[in-house]
């Protein structure tokens, strides 16, 4: 604690956050920093927020080296809570507070429910391989209690966008694109925030759909995508394929690559992928909602 000096250890535990809140408030601490630990910090974090905390979530790399800059080279539990202290209390450094948005409840359940849809596709598959009747049932059961909780959740984040207008505005452009469904949208929300803001260049390597230059001289090399944002190349390369059977707007795109130009399969789907991503980013942009009139200038590949 700075400039204090009081240093205490609680554990990552309901109960123990809130014996620490009553710490802080007893040493009248109103701002507080912790180290980014791969999603760890959030229940401390959040639990902070909500009681009214500044609270700074800070790279480890952030803390090493401003650690270094003031000459100390070893590395405690103790000495890390000391710099992060001393990192957020000098007004000098560029660290926003964090604050809890819709965005940030809306990846929670759309997380959550990714991952039952996962383990209810595991126990379908599981279910084809079973004979004892006992066991089938209690897999009947426990799928009919997993698809009731895919759909509360589902019901829960619609009830989010419905209350926030600017998401919602956005999900009823993205979802007006033809063989785009909510998931789509809702992943697009939550992972890729910055769609409408960016040039269309700058959204497809976001996202990893951009093609990379690979030439040295005289030498032309591949092009090929790499890194990007795994959740939104994943949906949209799901959703391209119910896009080739629903919209004739990427239909025609594709089957021209693929049928008249000869692109191999990967090549044409990909393309296909970053043509609906800038259809996105453009409706978003404009505010506006699909037509099969509609094509932007700034949408050709």
């Known amino acids: 604690m700075h400039p ?72 405690t539990d103790k000495i890390d809570c000391s710099i992060i202290s001393r990192y957020v209390s000098n007004t000098d450094m560029r660290v926003t507070p964090l604050k809890v948005s819709s965005i940030d409840c809306l990846k929670q359940k759309l997380s959550r429910r990714n991952q039952l849809v996962e383990i209810a596709k595991i126990q379908k598959t599981q279910a084809h391989q079973v004979t004892d009747l006992s066991i089938i049932k209690q897999m009947e059961e426990l799928l009919a209690v997993l698809q009731n909780q895919i759909q509360v959740l589902e019901d829960e984040v619609m009830e989010l966008v419905d209350k926030n207008q600017e998401l919602k505005k956005k999900y009823m452009s993205i979802t007006s694109i033809p063989g785009v469904g909510a ?93 609906l991503l800038i259809l996105a980013n453009s409706l978003v942009r404009d505010g506006r909602l699909f037509t099969e009139e509609y094509s932007p200038k700034t949408v050709s590949i």
């Not at 009553?22 to 229940?43: I, Q, S």
């Not at 500044?54 to 080296?65: A, G, S, T």
């Not at 809702?186 to 230059?213: D, K, M, R």
Request: aromatic share 12%; with cysteine.
């Open 183 to 275: 998931i789509t949208a809702i992943t697009f929300i939550c992972y890729l925030p910055e769609l409408g803001t960016l040039q269309h260049e700058e959204i497809s390597s976001l996202s990893g759909v951009a093609p990379f230059n690979r030439d040295s001289g005289f030498s032309k090399g591949k092009r090929c995508i790499q890194g990007g944002r795994s959740q939104i190349r994943k949906i949209l390369h799901m959703c391209i394929l119910s896009a080739q059977r629903y919209n004739s707007y990427i239909k025609i795109f594709f089957d021209r690559l693929y049928n008249q130009y000869k692109k191999p399969y990967k090549v044409a789907s990909t393309a296909a992928m970053r043509k």
């Open 4 to 75: 204090l000096g009081h240093h205490k250890v609680f554990e990552n535990n309901v109960q123990a956050i809130d014996q620490m809140l009553d710490f802080l408030r007893l040493h009248n601490v109103t701002k507080v920093g912790l180290e980014a630990t791969g999603g760890y910090e959030k229940l401390c974090a959040y639990t902070l927020l909500s009681h009214g905390f500044e609270v700074y979530v800070i790279q480890p790399r952030w803390v090493r080296d401003y650690a270094k800059s003031l000459g100390i080279a070893t590395k």
